[in-house]
């Protein structure tokens, strides 16, 4: 590893509106940076916005970058933290598993069981909503080592059966990724009119 590179973590918090990650990245151009990884998810109009960036220490952990980020942030009414580490990050592996957990509701204990199952095997990297109604779907990318994909599937079975939620388990691929959940309300309660006409 380049000694003399640090990463920088630069996350961006508040109501969300058009142009901020624009604005964000017009600033990151500017300087002699590499981007790592960048993650955002909005809720209710909240915006989270993660950018992990590396560079030599002079450039990455340097005041202009600093400066530059902070002022246009603020300039658009958000909050913003950057946080240096002196470790660049390896590329993760990718994940090995997809789980997609569906309930009508899914509480907080119901898919705080899913979490405990998944934390007791691997790590969970990457959670998703996937639908909201007239059914709440989550979708979680996670890790776990090869031989503990059977144990995933039978404790996550388990938990399913608890807390009367449905679970589907499958080993993580590009195929996967292709897939699409189609529901038919063929007793219209939940859609009005024929779905064979639709």
Do not use: C, W
Request: hydrophobic residues 45%; glycine residues 8%; negative net charge.
């Amino acid at each position: 590893m380049d000694t003399d590179k640090v990463s920088v973590l630069i996350t961006v918090t508040g109501i969300d509106k058009p142009g901020v990650t624009s604005a964000l990245f017009e600033v990151l151009s500017a300087h002699d940076v590499e981007l790592l990884n960048v993650e955002q998810v909005v809720i209710r109009d909240r915006l989270t916005l993660g950018v992990l960036v590396s560079g030599a220490s002079t450039v990455a952990d340097g005041d202009p970058l600093h400066a530059e980020v902070t002022a246009v942030i603020q300039r658009l009414g958000l909050d913003v933290t950057i946080e240096r580490s002196q470790d660049v990050p390896v590329i993760a592996e990718p994940s090995t598993h997809t789980i997609v957990v569906l309930g009508r509701p899914i509480t907080p204990a119901a898919f705080g069981a899913v979490a405990s199952e998944v934390a007791a095997l691997g790590n969970i990297d990457f959670i998703r909503g996937v639908s909201d109604y007239p059914v709440t779907g989550l979708e979680l990318r996670v890790s776990v080592p090869q031989e503990a994909g059977a144990d995933l599937q039978a404790n996550l079975a388990r938990v399913a059966a608890r807390q009367g939620i449905d679970i589907a388990v499958e080993r993580y691929s590009l195929e996967r990724r292709a897939k699409r959940l189609i529901v038919f309300d063929v007793d219209s309660t939940l859609v009005q009119g024929e779905v064979i006409e639709m």
